[in-house]
Nanobody
Framework: VQLVESGGGLVQPGRSLRLSCAASGFTFSGYAMRWYRQAPGKERESVATITNAGGRTNYADNVKGRFTISRDNAKNTVYLQMNSLKPEDTAVYYC?????????WGQGTQVTVSS
């Protein structure tokens, strides 16, 4: 299993970013996918989840209405569209999948929200 995140960067408050996570090594369309984030000095937290076919999504309260998770099963890719970014969204963002009860993580992509 391999997960490769991309799309992070430095952005001003109120602006948008779209993160991507390219997956390989497993049957992507058969598994729910998740985005997590970890800010400096804080524990990793769940941000958003999407079911295998994309029919259901779930969000942390602090990103609800601003972030949208989606997936393209033909491209084996999951996305996180982040709008109205705030400084408190600054973190390393990770893609996650659980396959046969094992957690797999990407290397993470840094998102910094600052003026």
């Amino acid at each position: 299993v391999q997960l490769v995140e991309s799309g992070g960067g430095l952005v001003q408050p109120g602006r948008s970013l779209r993160l991507s996570c390219a997956a390989s090594g497993f049957t992507f369309s058969g598994y729910a996918m998740r985005w997590y984030r970890q800010a400096p000095g804080k524990e990793r937290e769940s941000v958003a989840t999407i079911t295998n076919a994309g029919g259901r999504t779930n969000y942390a309260d602090n990103v609800k209405g601003r972030f949208t998770i989606s997936r393209d099963n033909a491209k084996n890719t999951v996305y996180l569209q982040m709008n109205s970014l705030k400084p408190e969204d600054t973190a390393v963002y990770y893609c996650n999948v659980v396959v046969f009860s094992l957690d797999y993580w990407g290397q993470g992509t840094q998102v910094t929200v600052s003026s």
